[in-house]
């Protein structure tokens, strides 16, 4: 049994990971700004004395500041909590002798390669998200581990998942892009993977995604299926006729290819469709449970 420290312990990826971390017995501290005992990130005080009072043998660093769109009219806030918050972290966790599983994005890559993404290839964020997450990346020494995935889903949080499922249930057609592809990802899947690279210390940069590229057009009728309803429903829509437009580009290719797992003899994440399956059932029975009486 050893001791964990997750940040971001209230987003979707963090909750799962605090989940299977306990699960297997390991004793959990979560840190984020809406704990019961708060701590923000860019607060270097409060998080050197969180490390310090919790002692982790391995920190899982899933917090971030997430809102892609929001972070490119508040760059300053991007940066303080993805590049100055993981900082603060490194430092805390160096001085405690931790280990530290950073997890950065799809979005360092500009998207302009015409094949899957290795972990060694030139990166090239065109977003604030992108730049900022580069920056957490950026302070870990090669003896702590990143590991980039995306286009993360999870029964925890809001996400594209539950946003389709929703509008799927409504009467309408749909509509996504047909340019832009990637891996979903499935934090069932991906929590344990972080996890057991934790354990092994691994070190330097993994891309820890489900198999199954798709564009987001393509997603969203797998989605429909799952859920029983008709794919057709789905229409693709490019990028550039998106009304309005979003305020951060997103890279039109995302696709990671996991060659650090193979290359290790790790077992790469299984296909995104059985953990799409679960999490469209569970969302399902969440709206067949009878929510409490008032
Ligand atoms: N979502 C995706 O599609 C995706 C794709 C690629 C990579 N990633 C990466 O995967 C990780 C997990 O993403 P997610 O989808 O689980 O994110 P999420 O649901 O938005 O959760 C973010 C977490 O970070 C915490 N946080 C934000 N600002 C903080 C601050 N200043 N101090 C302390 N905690 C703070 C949030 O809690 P409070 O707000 O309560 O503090 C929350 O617990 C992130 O590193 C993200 O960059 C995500």
Redesign the pocket.
């Known amino acids: 049994m050893s001791r964990l420290l997750v940040?971001?312990?209230?987003?979707?990826?963090?909750r799962e990971v605090a989940d299977v971390a306990r699960g297997a017995r390991h004793h959990v501290t979560g840190?984020?700004?809406?704990?019961a005992d708060?701590?923000?990130?860019?607060n270097r005080t409060a998080v050197m004395r969180l490390v310090e009072r919790s002692r982790p043998d391995l920190i899982i660093?899933?917090?971030?500041?997430?809102a892609v769109d929001a972070c490119e009219s508040d760059p300053e806030r991007a940066f303080a909590?993805?590049g100055e918050?993981t900082r603060n972290l490194v430092d805390a966790a160096d001085e405690v002798g931790a280990h530290v599983v950073y997890?950065?994005?799809?979005?360092v890559f500009d998207g302009t390669k015409d094949s899957p993404y290795v972990e060694t290839d030139e990166t090239n964020p065109t977003s604030v998200y992108g730049q900022s997450?580069l920056a957490g990346e950026s302070v870990l020494g090669p003896d702590h581990t990143i590991v980039?995935?995306?286009?993360?889903c999870g029964r925890h949080?809001a996400?594209m998942v539950r946003t389709i499922v929703r509008l799927a249930g409504q009467p309408g057609d749909l509509r996504f892009v047909d340019d832009q592809i990637g891996h979903p990802?499935f934090?069932a899947d991906l929590a344990p993977t972080l996890l057991e690279l934790g354990r092994r210390r691994a070190g330097g940069i993994w891309h820890g995604t489900n198999q199954g590229a798709v564009s987001w057009y393509e997603f969203a009728r797998e989605v429909l299926l799952a859920a029983g309803h008709d794919p057709d429903r789905v229409h693709p829509v490019a990028t550039a006729d998106l009304q309005p437009p979003r305020p951060a580009p997103r890279p039109a290719n995302s696709v990671l290819d996991n060659a650090a797992l193979r290359a290790a003899g790790m077992a790469p994440l299984p296909h995104f469709r059985g953990a799409l399956q679960d999490l469209v059932g569970h969302i399902e029975a969440e709206a067949a449970t009878p929510s409490e009486p008032r």
């Open positions: 940040t971001g312990s209230t987003g979707q990826l963090g840190l984020s700004s809406s704990e708060p701590c923000d990130l860019t660093h899933a917090g971030a500041w997430t909590v993805n918050g997890v950065s994005t799809d979005y997450k980039r995935t995306s286009w993360v949080g996400n990802t934090t």
